[in-house]
């Protein structure tokens, strides 16, 4: 188990729920598609780290940290005896090349240099650690995790792991003698305590609770093509079967996302969810696990 787990982002979570009800513009289309694709590659990465020796490394996923008013994220850093090395992972897929330390996919347009990421990150990651009065080499790395990636004159002379060659990667780097202490643990907790739960660059789209579509989704495709007997909820996209308790917690937490100040009430989970057929249902769920308080003539839960 890494030292800092990897959660999915809210803004991954509340694009996942707008795609499923309403019509994504085409801007914010591409970005759900990026996110989702960047998310699945840091899972994939994940399964890689988990091989680590858990008493030589510590792994933290997913830092979101600032210094000198400016925010940066480190997808994944592992903290060895000797170094910190942050791991820039990018799922790209298909035919890339390289030229004069720039990126373009084949069809000439340039990408963000990851190279250019990390060294920014660098910067900042000095800064910090200079900050907290913590000395530790710092060795980055961008790692290409998708094997149907391809990076044509891929350059030689800079840190980046290519699909081919993760299992070898991770293979020495365990192979390594490293002993952590004290203040390895420390640099650790600082992290991450320093983490941001909250990105400043997050870019969803305007939307409001009229516009969108009801209904309850799938806990596992998120499709709403789903129907309920008043004892479980059916997708009739891919066979998933739950509960309609766990339907309806699962909803109520989605409102929540979309609409922090949002009060909750029965006709409102009634009127979300849509195949629950049974007021008295949701009501009894809703007093199960939260607390009934009164405003004026109705019922609202917290």
């Not at 309403?22 to 960047?38: A, D, F, R, V």
């Not at 910067?123 to 094997?147: A, C």
Request: hydrophobic fraction near 35%; charge should be positive; glycine fraction near 4%.
């Amino acid at each position: 188990m890494a030292y800092k787990e990897r959660v999915e982002s809210d803004e991954l979570k509340i694009f996942r729920i707008l795609n499923n009800h309403m019509t994504l513009p085409s801007k914010e289309k591409q970005i759900y598609s990026n996110l989702e694709k960047g998310y699945k590659g840091e899972v994939m990465f994940d399964q890689i780290t988990e091989g680590l020796d858990k008493s030589k490394f510590l792994i933290l996923n997913d830092l979101l940290l600032e210094t000198n008013s400016t925010t940066f994220q480190i997808d994944s850093s592992i903290i060895s005896q000797e170094n910190f090395l942050p791991c820039e992972v990018k799922n790209f897929e298909g035919d890339y090349y390289y030229k004069s330390d720039h990126f373009y996919v084949m069809n000439d347009n340039e990408i963000q240099s990851p190279l250019d990421q990390i060294k920014r990150s660098d910067t900042l990651l000095r800064q910090l650690f200079q900050k907290k009065k913590h000395s530790i080499s710092i060795k980055s790395n961008v790692f290409f995790v998708n094997p149907a990636f391809t990076l044509y004159q891929a350059p030689l002379d800079k840190p980046i792991i290519y699909p081919t060659q993760l299992n070898k990667f991770f293979e020495e780097l365990n192979a390594k003698s490293s002993i952590l202490k004290d203040n390895h643990y420390e640099l650790a907790n600082i992290l991450v305590k320093e983490h941001k739960t909250l990105s400043p660059y997050t870019r969803l789209p305007p939307y409001n609770y009229a516009q969108l579509k009801k209904g309850l989704s799938c806990g596992l495709c998120h499709s709403l093509k789903v129907s309920s007997d008043g004892t479980i909820i059916v997708c009739h996209s891919c066979g998933c079967v739950e509960s309609v308790e766990d339907g309806i917690l699962r909803s109520v937490r989605e409102l929540q996302l979309l609409f922090p100040n949002i009060i909750i009430t029965t006709n409102l989970i009634f009127e979300w969810c849509k195949v629950i057929e049974s007021r008295k249902q949701i009501r009894r769920i809703l007093k199960k696990h939260y607390e009934a308080c009164r405003r004026g003539k109705y019922t609202y839960y917290e």
